[in-house]
Nanobody, 115 residues
Framework: QVQLVESGGGLVQPGGSLRLSCAASGNIFSRSAMGWYRQAPGKQREWVAVLTSGSSTKYADSVKGRFTISRDNAKNTVYLQMNSLKPEDTAVYYC?????????WGQGTQVTVSS
């Protein structure tokens, strides 16, 4: 059974930074592509960033240059460093692991950007 647990969300002022973490249980982490998604109130969930098992990265245009995805295989953890946060970044952030055509989701962590 694979479990993903996100942490690091909270309230931050515009222009501030947060680092989200997603810890994975199970033995699939190093073989997984890891992604971050977000869902704002009244909107569909959207893709934010992805990091493949080969360490290639891709970002949504809305976060490019501000967010950085990284992973620590020794800790089975993926991170999302978020800088220059904007009110429109407010959402519940989810991590997803994809391996061998299976997908696993975490429970989400709330990020609120407000003054």
């Amino acid at each position: 059974q694979v479990q993903l647990v996100e942490s690091g969300g909270g309230l931050v002022q515009p222009g501030g930074s947060l680092r989200l973490s997603c810890a994975a249980s199970g033995n699939i982490f190093s073989r997984s592509a890891m992604g971050w998604y977000r869902q704002a109130p009244g909107k569909q969930r959207e893709w934010v960033a992805v990091l493949t098992s080969g360490s290639s990265t891709k970002y949504a245009d809305s976060v490019k240059g501000r967010f950085t995805i990284s992973r620590d295989n020794a800790k089975n953890t993926v991170y999302l460093q978020m800088n220059s946060l904007k009110p429109e970044d407010t959402a519940v952030y989810y991590c997803k692991a994809t391996v061998a055509f299976s997908e696993y989701w975490g429970q989400g962590t709330q990020v609120t950007v407000s003054s």
